[in-house]
């Protein structure tokens, strides 16, 4: 029994959050449907439901890992394999699908998307599509609130993306571990490692390796591209077949080395803190642009602040517009 | 003899316009610099200057070209050829150089810019850099203001940029003619044009045909991938060499082509006009993001607008920037 939603939000985002925690699928898929919600009534529900969320939660459980690379590399069959891994590993799984925006053509990708869906039905993984059809300028801003629900629900979580350059930077801005999937013919990637238009990502998948030679050619490639200092990670490259189910097990466990290094060096927690505050300046930035960050102080203040205090992104970011807000509206009367 | 700037910028702007118009280079490089600079002086002056540009110039003269791809791909050495083709045409060629930004490592392409500057010395080629570092999401709202400078000094402005996505978006929404240069190993690029990730270029032009086979294979695939309606133009794909300076003729032609095409279907007027209104859009959610557009009324009411009057770009941007400014002063009192 579930019937969590906004109508009863104001005395219920307690137990509404903690049917979350519970791994409560409808509870949760109202949250999200909540979260996508642009009228300012239910703003002000998605802020109170994310206020409610354990904040332990957020800053230390589970695995954000974002999964990146062109189109065709087969991102979406090595996901599909990783969370078979992660299953037989008895760990459950939120998958974020972010479709690319594109102001012209509008990005379609279902059939991509709908390739993933092969592992299901399984209590422990969950899977939500989200359209950024028309949305100019890299990932949508829902993807971090989303990403803070489904951490609160699964142990891994992944948010799956299509693109190079600017999409793959947001992608890393907001999660834990970067996992670029390329394959064999990759040319254009490596070029875009080597000219840093491509951020380093954390762990590198190869797919294809059935193809033999070409993707261990790839493979020293990408390896030759990455040949720089990335704060003391040593990136991996893993040759992987999805098709065979070759190497997946290296490359879960890959991303888990790069978990377990981010909490050794403590710097898990400190990156979850800036993914939100990050996240809080860019829903600042997209609705008020740079002026609205200046009139609260500028960019660099607000992340000190930010980065000093306890309280959840979304109180933060509410009083941040409510202070603009009232500002603006001074002038009404 | 040249002394022109913002000191005297208040009696001059319409004689600096005219020598730009003229072609000369120290007004021009100094009309550059003044639209970089950010204070809100040099604001006011760059609006001045923009304003005295002559409208008929902006609306119809010349071509502006933008040349995108991936690196590696040859952009620059196809870039250097088409000038060294233009030049011996007659034309004079203006070179925007965008340096692609990242919000972590910053993009560094300066060895494939310096290779651009072969041809010169020559009166008739003028080349400017603009640095994006730091700047997320695409393209530097400067680059509009800055080709259309270009546009009233040089036969043809070249808007060169390295990216795949965002950023070859934001190219197209800025220029008439989009030139994508691929190169025969470029699986990445054709998996993006199949997969809408990437937008329909105007022209491509596949590099590095002295290779043979593979250039041929690639041209073939990229003509599959493109098999897509594209508003009545018939892309053409273009084998060339810059190396052995082959199909170079053949691809200058097929930009001119299309220049036509444009024209001969009452295009060009509507393109140019509709890619300012958009550089104002642009400039205003820069700086008031999507609050600021609702205040004046929205987005499609704002474009519905600009497309209605004979006004120059900068002087509506800095009026609809002028109603939300004193609107907001109002609160200091």
């Known amino acids: 029994m579930s019937a969590f939603g906004p109508e009863k939000a104001e005395w219920q985002a307690g137990e509404w959050a903690a049917a979350i925690c519970r791994g409560d699928r409808p509870a949760l898929a109202r949250g999200l449907n909540l979260i996508e919600d642009r009228r300012p009534s239910e703003r002000v529900?998605?802020?109170?439901?994310l206020r409610a969320l354990p904040e332990d939660r957020l800053r230390e459980r589970g695995h954000l890992v974002g999964i990146t690379g062109p189109p065709g590399a087969g991102k979406s069959s090595v996901a599909a394999e990783l969370i078979r891994a992660w299953r037989r590993d008895g760990r459950s799984?939120?998958?974020?699908?972010?479709?690319?925006?594109?102001?012209?053509?509008?990005?379609?990708?279902?059939?991509?998307?709908?390739?993933?869906?092969?592992?299901?039905?399984d209590?422990?993984?969950?899977?939500?599509?989200?359209?950024?059809?028309?949305?100019?300028?890299?990932?949508s801003a829902d993807v971090a609130p989303m990403s803070m629900l489904l951490l609160c629900a699964f142990d891994v979580v992944v948010v799956e993306t299509v693109g190079i350059g600017q999409t793959e930077v947001d992608v890393a801005l907001h999660t834990d571990t970067i996992c670029l999937?390329?394959?064999?013919?990759?040319?254009?990637?490596?070029?875009?490692?080597k000219a840093g238009v491509m951020e380093i990502p954390d762990v590198v998948a190869v797919n294809k390796a059935d193809l033999g030679a070409p993707s261990r050619k790839?493979?020293?490639?990408?390896?030759?591209?990455?040949?720089?200092?990335?704060?003391?990670?040593?990136v991996p490259v893993v040759?992987?077949?999805?098709?065979?189910?070759?190497?997946?097990?290296?490359?879960?466990?890959?991303?888990?080395?790069h978990r377990q290094w981010l909490a050794d060096q403590q710097r898990l927690t400190p990156g979850r803190i800036a993914q939100r505050g990050r996240w809080c300046l860019k829903c600042l930035r997209d609705e008020f642009g740079s002026f609205g960050l200046e009139q609260l102080g500028g960019e660099q203040q607000l992340l000190a602040q930010w980065s000093q205090q306890k309280r959840s992104p979304y109180e933060y970011l509410e009083e941040l517009r409510g202070r603009l807000l009232a500002r603006w509206n001074q002038t009404r009367s």
């Open 93 to 121: 799984v939120g998958v974020l699908a972010v479709d690319p925006s594109s102001p012209i053509s509008g990005g379609a990708l279902l059939g991509d998307r709908l390739r993933m869906l092969q592992p299901a039905p």
């Open 181 to 193: 999937v390329a394959q064999p013919a990759s040319g254009d990637t490596i070029q875009f490692l």
């Open 123 to 139: 209590a422990g993984v969950f899977i939500r599509s989200l359209a950024t059809r028309g949305q100019v300028g890299g990932l």
């Open 239 to 257: 040759l992987v077949s999805a098709t065979e189910q070759q190497g997946i097990d290296q490359l879960a466990t890959a991303l888990e080395q």
């Open 218 to 234: 790839a493979a020293a490639e990408i390896q030759g591209a990455l040949a720089r200092d990335s704060a003391g990670w040593s």
């Open 45 to 49: 529900h998605a802020a109170r439901l």
